[in-house]
Nanobody, 120 residues
């Protein structure tokens, strides 16, 4: 069994910063893709940033230059550093990872979500 546990959300003023963390635990052989999505009520979940095993990153245009995704492979953890936050960044942020178990089967997993609210 694999779990993704997120932390770091909260309330921040416009222009402020937050750092989200997502730690994977359980029967993990290796982790392939890791990413952060966000969702607001009435809208589809949106991929915000992703990082591959090799360290290649990808961002949605609206966060480029403000958000940075990184991973610590030794800790099975992915981070999302969010700077210059805007009210439109308000959403529930979800961690996603594709993980190989010890039988070499790969599955996608989701974290429970963490609320980020940007408001004065």
């Amino acid at each position: 069994q694999v779990q993704l546990v997120e932390s770091g959300g909260g309330l921040v003023q416009p222009g402020g910063s937050l750092r989200l963390s997502c730690a994977a635990s359980g029967s993990i052989f290796s982790i392939n893709f890791m990413g952060w999505y966000r969702q607001v009520p009435g809208k589809e979940r949106e991929l915000v940033a992703s990082i591959t095993t090799g360290g290649s990153t990808n961002y949605v245009d609206s966060v480029k230059g403000r958000f940075t995704i990184s991973r610590d492979s030794a800790k099975n953890t992915v981070y999302l550093q969010m700077n210059s936050l805007k009210p439109e960044d308000t959403a529930v942020y979800y961690c996603n990872a594709y993980i190989y178990d010890y039988s070499r089967k790969i599955r996608g997993y989701w974290g429970q979500g963490t609320q980020v609210t940007v408001s004065s």
